[in-house]
């Protein structure tokens, strides 16, 4: 039986490897080509080695411009986000040992959100990286907090999402006090626009800094694979194997909030990635974090992508925050993980 389990979870890895390549970048293609200005797949082909200097077609201008410019950059950072984010669902899973842990419902996002406003709003610092910084203090911030209240916890493995729910209502209360309070009225329609996911903004110095952020978490976490498979066991049995797991956890939250952060210092706080994706991950490659990690990666990306397509296309001439396409998407399936986690009588 565990033969066939393990065969069928090859099959389905290599099958995988095969063809998710191709998917993500027909999705950014396909992302790069429409618009209020549509562009065919084959000119974006041209005007994408055109820009790396492998080709020498003559096209429109304004096409190369657009799609090299302005869309190009805008899908990249949509599937770094998606998979920086799935990435961090999957880790948090691992180490909570609970399968609701994600950035967004354990409060980090907000707690990043409120270390960004922070520096929008009241001024402190100026430029990217302090942006970042201030999302990387307050995601650091709700941790602590998280923290704090799953110690005090009695029992219970549910007690660490009930401390993110608070959490992610202090954060976003204090996000909204300094808004209300401190932000002109145009301030406060941008940061709450923002609050709500945009790739609108997004070019290519965010690509690098999160093409940089991302991977080096990807292999942080791949370097740590074997470690969280024995953290779903607990805490004891990772120990008896020989694994540091104070250290360990220390070096896996740290690269949970640093993703976290950049990635809503650039497009704001997008929820639910981190919860969806590594469940349909672990369905395809089965629960192995070597192969789940990577693949958790890859399905984010993708879904990332569609999801700002989708939010370009569903309402005419507007686009919907990407926080709300993904939370559409989200909530229902948190609803379904809700019920099947219910105690059986």
């Known amino acids: 039986m565990m033969t ?3 065969r069928g979870e090859t099959a389905g890895f290599a099958l995988f490897l095969l063809l ?3 998917v993500l970048l027909l999705a950014i293609a396909v992302s790069a080509a429409i618009g209020d200005y549509t562009i065919s797949l084959r000119t974006v082909g041209l005007a994408v080695t055109n820009g790396l200097g492998l080709t020498d077609a003559e096209l429109p201008r304004i096409a190369e411009s657009v799609v090299w410019s302005l869309r190009l950059s805008r899908a990249l950072v949509a599937a770094l986000c998606g998979a920086g984010l799935a990435l961090c669902g999957a880790i948090l899973q691992a180490l909570l040992r609970n399968p609701l842990a994600e950035p967004f419902v354990l409060g980090v996002s907000a707690g990043a959100s ?3 406003v922070c520096v929008i709003v009241l001024g402190i610092g100026a430029g ?3 942006l970042s910084l201030g999302a990387f203090a307050g995601a650091f911030a709700a941790f602590a907090f998280v923290a704090l209240l799953s110690n005090g916890a009695t029992s219970g493995p549910n007690h660490t999402i009930l401390a993110g729910v608070a959490a992610s209502q202090l954060f976003n209360a204090l996000t909204s006090y300094i808004v209300s309070t401190s932000g002109n009225a145009q301030q406060a329609r941008d940061v709450m626009f923002w609050l709500l996911g945009s790739f609108g903004g997004a070019r290519w110095p965010d690509f690098h800094l999160l093409l940089v952020v991302v ?4 292999a942080i976490c791949i370097w740590t694979a074997r470690a969280l498979d024995a953290f779903t066991f607990g ?3 990772a120990a008896s194997l020989g694994i540091p797991v104070t250290r360990i956890r220390l070096v896996l939250f740290a690269v949970t909030a640093m993703m976290t952060a950049t990635i809503v210092s650039i497009v704001g706080a997008v929820g639910f990635v981190g919860l969806v994706v590594p469940h349909a991950a672990r369905f395809i490659v089965g629960p192995i974090h070597m192969r789940l990690l990577p693949a958790s990666a890859v399905v984010g990306a993708i879904f990332m992508v569609l999801a700002d397509i989708f939010s370009r296309v569903v309402v005419p001439q507007q686009t919907v925050p990407i926080g ?3 939370a559409l998407i989200g909530v229902p399936f948190f609803a379904i993980l ?3 986690a219910r105690p059986q009588k």
């Open 235 to 237: 805490d004891e049995d």
């Open 128 to 130: 990217a990286i302090s």
């Open 338 to 340: 809700l019920y099947r």
């Open 324 to 326: 709300v396409v993904t």
């Open 20 to 22: 998710s390549p191709a």
């Open 4 to 6: 066939r389990l393990f």
């Open 114 to 116: 409120t270390g960004a």
């Open 215 to 218: 991977l080096a978490g990807l």
